[in-house]
């Protein structure tokens, strides 16, 4: 079974300052990883996915993810936060060996930026 | 483009009542999806249909019934309220080709069961 852990229940980070929002995952395939980003009282956006190909995959608003196979990691980054970048985010998986089945979400992240 | 629609956005509920949590999607999608919410749980998934005329449970399925109307429409159905029932629920669709889908999802329903 695949599974996704989102360590860090909480995330503050200053305005301008990189930001980095913690992912990592259990599958028995190969990976199929993706970012949400859930504004208040709103559903779930897609920012970006990993299927293969280069471990640094750019996504919207300026994020992107890096994939680490040995680590079995999917971080979340940016390089310099937005007020308007505080917002709850959502790494789910998915195993490519399982056909399509639905994305297995983890726990969440609340990133806050200071200005 | 409406993208995944969900009615109603708001519900209040007495114990024991029914109702049923509306879904639909105009971009041809194959397979659509009901997660609840709850804090510190994430999305846990409910109910899914993998192509019209199919359904199948998801992690917790418990409660609910499930409706897969046409290609467009997904509903779900509570037989009898239970204040663990009460979430913010969430209905996605994805092409439903391969297994690099996108899943997407609709606005949400928040409901309280009192």
């Known amino acids: 079974a695949q599974s996704v852990a989102q360590p860090e229940d909480q995330v503050n980070v200053a305005e301008g300052n990189p930001l980095t929002v913690k992912c990592t995952y259990s599958?028995?395939?190969?990976?199929?990883l993706f970012w949400y980003v859930q504004y208040p009282n709103r559903g779930l956006q897609f920012l970006l996915k990993y299927i293969t190909g280069d471990n640094l995959v750019k996504g919207s608003y300026g994020f992107e993810a890096e994939f680490n196979k040995s680590q079995t990691s999917f971080h979340l980054k940016k390089p310099s936060a937005l007020v308007s970048d505080s917002a709850l985010y959502f790494c789910?998986?998915?195993?490519?060996?399982?056909?399509?089945?639905?994305?297995?979400f983890g726990k969440g992240t609340r990133l806050s930026v200071i200005a | 483009n409406a993208g995944v629609t969900q009615t109603p956005k708001f519900q209040v509920l007495k114990t024991g009542q029914s109702m049923t949590l509306q879904c639909a999607q105009d971009?041809?999608?194959?397979?659509m999806y009901w997660y609840r919410q709850d804090p510190g749980m994430g999305l846990r998934l409910i109910y899914y249909s993998a192509s019209e005329g199919t359904t199948d449970k998801g992690e917790v399925p418990n409660g609910y019934n499930v409706s897969r109307l046409n290609k467009r429409e997904f509903s779900l159905r509570l037989e009898s309220a239970a204040p663990s029932q009460t979430s913010v629920y969430f209905c996605?669709?994805?092409?439903?080709?391969?297994?690099?889908?996108?899943?997407?999802f609709g606005p949400g329903t928040r409901l309280t069961v009192l």
């Open positions: 971009m041809n999608h194959n397979s």
């Open positions: 996605a669709s994805s092409t439903g080709t391969g297994n690099t889908d996108t899943q997407y």
């Open positions: 789910a998986v998915r195993d490519g060996n399982s056909g399509n089945t639905p994305l297995v």
């Open positions: 599958v028995s395939g190969n990976p199929y």
